[in-house]
């Protein structure tokens, strides 16, 4: 598995890192995780040579973190550890975001949230510092705290060894340039693929001018560009992936148009004998400006698969073929 530095922080993690979202199972996946499933697919993650792991306290309101904290008991310093900060339902501090499994997520970055944020992780990782610590989503109106105060709370956190970078999530361009200006920021990280190529033209270019590392989500589109979701996969009411809104191309009309994409990759498919998944997260990787991909996976086979994608390097004309096939499908209706 390849490495690079995660921004100026001079961390090294593993091109492909385990996104740990469905670890913490819930009705937004459709069907609830195992957790002895989960704990063996982060055993084979860092056997393949996947050292990057990034959880979030409300991937499952505390579940992923529990469980990639069982996982790594007795490994912790082969793991650059990723968590987050920022989604709150403690009570009312902050301001509201959404309903989520069952609970009210409020958008919160005040220090003084931060700092039981920051304790109830190192807890439930059972651990005493955190590689990179991103804020979740920045925060909004109206408890808007200043980037400022973020940022110097984080600092603090750096400052006392707990953690060791700081990180940032789906942020918008103002809040980028902000949080560089306040602070040691490492890596932003935001949604992009092959077909959702919007940070092409605003963050993507920013991180690169500013040497912040890229840790993109979404690069397989949940599933959707492993060529595994045929026409007939139907999707429960509560799974995330029926949100159409969210992601247009799952709709019955767009996603026949993802299936003929993914088959026209095939001569690539056979000439770097590979899976669909592992040449898609191969070209994510070499996209100017994405430096590191994350990928979910369930079960052991599927972090083995995303790992053998971090190996591959894919020559330029073949870059540019599959760039050009996505771009000829236009966008989703």
Not at 197 to 224: A, F, H, W
Not at 229 to 258: C, H, I, L
Request: glycine content about 10%; aromatic content about 8%; overall charge neutral.
């Amino acid at each position: 598995m390849r490495k690079r530095k995660l921004g100026k922080s001079g961390i090294e993690a593993s091109v492909v890192g385990l996104g740990a979202w469905v670890i913490g199972g819930g009705s937004v996946w459709g069907k609830d995780a195992d957790d002895a499933e989960s704990i063996s697919a982060i055993h084979a993650a860092l056997d393949a040579g996947m050292d990057l792991i990034d959880t979030a306290p409300a991937y499952g309101f505390g579940r992923s973190e529990e469980v990639v904290g069982k996982a790594i008991k007795g490994r912790r310093d082969k793991v650059v550890l990723a968590t987050k900060c920022g989604l709150w339902w403690d009570d009312k501090r902050g301001s509201y975001f959404c309903e989520f499994d069952g609970k009210s997520l409020c958008r919160s970055l005040r220090p003084d949230t931060i700092t039981i944020e920051i304790e109830n992780s190192l807890r439930r990782l059972g651990t005493d510092y955190i590689d990179l610590y991103q804020t979740h989503w920045p925060a909004m109106d109206p408890d808007k705290t200043k980037i400022a105060d973020t940022m110097a709370c984080l600092m603090e956190l750096k400052k006392q060894g707990k953690i060791r970078a700081i990180g940032i999530s789906n942020v918008s361009i103002d809040e980028f340039s902000e949080n560089c200006a306040c602070g040691e920021l490492a890596t932003d990280q935001f949604r992009y693929s092959l077909i959702f190529r919007k940070p092409e033209n605003d963050i993507l270019p920013l991180c690169k001018k500013n040497d912040v590392g890229t840790l993109t989500y979404m690069s397989l589109e949940q599933g959707l560009l492993t060529g595994k979701t045929g026409m007939d996969r139907q999707f429960t009411a509560g799974d995330f992936r029926s949100n159409e809104g969210w992601n247009p191309w799952y709709k019955v009309e767009n996603r026949q148009r993802v299936i003929d994409l993914l088959t026209g990759f095939k001569p690539l498919t056979e000439k770097y004998n590979c899976t669909t998944a592992q040449l898609i997260l191969a070209w994510t990787l070499e996209q100017a400006g994405v430096t590191h991909t994350l990928a979910g996976a369930r079960r052991a086979a599927q972090a083995l698969e995303n790992a053998k994608g971090g190996e591959i390097v894919l020559e330029a004309a073949d870059l540019l073929k599959i760039r050009k096939a996505a771009e000829g499908m236009g966008d989703p209706k």
